[in-house]
Each structure stands twice: as C-alpha cells, then as structure tokens.
C-alpha cells in the first residue's frame, strides 16, 4: 500500500511537471513546486499555487503549503514574495522547500496637487504656496526616492503678479522606475472691481435752479489696469440744474478685466430762495400786522419762473403752533422783473385781531418756508 502511494504522487508530479526540491537524506520525502524558484511575474497575471509532495521509501502523511493547492498567487502586490511547501512521511521524517517569486511593478505612479489645483483660479497678487505630492498606485513599490520633481518645488510661493493660464508640471519616479508626467493649468486673474470716488454731486446735495455745477469723480485700480472711468457727463462738465426735482448722477469705473464699480449720486434741485423780504420777518419772529388787511409777501426765486411756482394748496394759513395743516389762503401774487421780486398779497381777517398766525408756502419744488405774524385791530 505504501508503495503504492509513492508511485501515485510521482504520477501527478510528472503529470503536472513541478521541478522537484532537494533533500539532506535521499530517503526524506521530496517536494514538487509551482512557481519555480525565481519565475517573475507582471501585476495581475492569473497563475495558480501548485505542489505536491513524495517518499522515496514511505508514504506521505502531510503535504502542507503556505497558502493551499490551487490558489492564485498574490500578483497584486509588487515585488518578491515566498512560498513554502513542507512534507511529512510516515516515519516522520520532513522536507520543507521554497520557492520565490518577483511580482513586476508595472502601474505607473500618480501626482496629487494641492495648490495649485488643475482649473484654479488665483487672484492676482494674492499668496499661494506650491503643494504636491507623488504616490504609487496601491500594489506598488512606491515612489523613488527623489521621484517627484515639480517645475517648481514645494514651498514655493505660487507666482501671481501676472494675469494668464499658467501650466504646472510634475514628474513621478516609482521604484521601478515607471515614470509619469502630469500637468495642470491654473489662471491668475482680477475679480476686484476698480475703485470709483463720486465727489460731486454729492449723495443727497441740494442745488439751486441754474446753479453752475460740476461733476468731479476720478477712478484707479490696481490689478489689470484702468479701462474706463465715465460719467453722465465728463468730470468737469455740468450737472443738470435745468429744471426742477430729485435727479440723479451715475459714475462707472471699468478695468482691463471686465469689473466694474457703479455708484448713482440723488440731488434735487429747488428754487434760489434766500428768504422773504421785509415786511416778514425772520421766523420765528412775529411781524406785527393789522388784522382784515392785506400781508405783502415778498421774496425772490433769482429770475422769473412764472407764475406757476406754487404748489397745490399753497400757500395757506395756520395758528401759530397748530398740529394741523394750514388752510388754503386766499390772494394775489405778482412779479416785478427791475426789481426780481415776487409779491404774495395775502388776505386776512378782522376776526384775527390778537391772534398768533404763520402764513406757509410750499414751492414747487417741494420746499416748504413759514412767515409768522401777530395781528392788531
């Protein structure tokens, strides 16, 4: 029976074809290997773990492999690796032998930038600092040392006083000396819009009908460069004082790279009213009139604006101190061009005599202005 056994293992050996290891004593079993001693193989190839053990005088009990019969071998992870095949026969007598193998690197490294990144947008001027690194694929051997050479070194500060697309290269070494080059392209660009400085007209200012004014506003930018500073009108031209209510000035700054800076100035323009004349007073000062007879208001808008120039329901009539509103008062107005001076002749009333009254009138450009007076009999 032992003999027979023998013989069987020697079938499947020579069947199969593993080389046969070497024994001390040429009646210790003998062991078939596969892969032979030194066989190399690339990453991810298919081959299996083959074995088989034999007694030259007795029969074999034990054939135990590091890894079992018939298993793929680990050709995933680069580089030697060993396996091991021990043999026992009936009268205890062992044999262990080895075989190794080498696992070609065949996976080429890659590159990991960090900054910049293949797409990105720097700001012009703004600090950045060169980071990448290299890295073997897993399986590998690993990066060389010294393998991963960029155009420029890490820590190196990203150059970004000039607008472009910049390319950016990195080689990697693995220890195999699989080489890759990879390359990125980043851009240094102007997102910040240009300054503008709207001086005149100022934000809320109140100008006079006619009133020469000049617009002043200047613009500056310090990364891709002026473009364009406009404005309703050029700085230094005349702002429109031409006609009555709440206008508007727009200024915009343009620079090289497409920012823009925008500011709009609201001014009203009124009329030039300095005031009535006498008989009124300055308010809040009381002029005394007689009650029942007519109050000459005097006051002039510099020029003759017609007679359109009060606004609905004005002027008019209050208690001095009232909450209310005033009550439309009845009257004349008149201009007279020599002297530039319009006339309110507002009518009063007998029933006043005592009383305390304001006489307010509301222009039509929305400016309101009081006389006060102190009626007698």
Known sequence: ????????????????????????????????????????????????????????????????????????????????????????????????ATTTYTVFDITKPHVVFRTPTDGALLELGSSATIDYACEDDPGGLGIFDGGCIGTYPIGMPVDTRNLGTFAFSVTAVDKQFNVTQETIHYSVVDRTPPTLTLVTPADGATYSLG???????????????????????????????????????????????GNTSRETHRYSVVYDFAGFLSPAAPYPAAASMKAGGGVPLKFSLHGDQGSDIFASGSPGWMPCGALDGPTRADGSLSYNASADRYTYLAATSKSWAGTCRDLVVTLRDGTAHRARFSFTK
């Open 1 to 96: 029976m032992r003999r027979g056994l023998v013989v069987t293992i020697l079938a499947v050996a020579a069947l199969v074809g593993f080389p046969a290891a070497a024994s001390a004593d040429p009646e210790d079993p003998v062991v078939y290997l596969s892969p032979e001693d030194g066989w190399v193989f690339p990453q991810g190839a298919d081959f299996s773990f083959g074995f088989a053990c034999v007694s030259p005088s007795s029969a074999i009990v034990s054939c135990e492999g590091s890894q079992p019969l018939g298993s793929k071998l680990d050709t995933f992870h680069a580089g030697p690796h060993t396996l091991s095949v021990t043999a026992t026969d009936y009268e205890g007598r062992q044999t262990t």
């Open 211 to 257: 009133q020469p004014v000049y617009a002043w506003f200047y613009c500056d930018d310090g990364g891709s460069g002026l473009n364009g500073c406009k404005g309703d009108v050029p700085p230094n031209g005349q702002i429109d004082t031409s006609t009555l209510g709440t206008k508007t000035f727009t200024a915009t700054a343009f620079d090289r790279a």
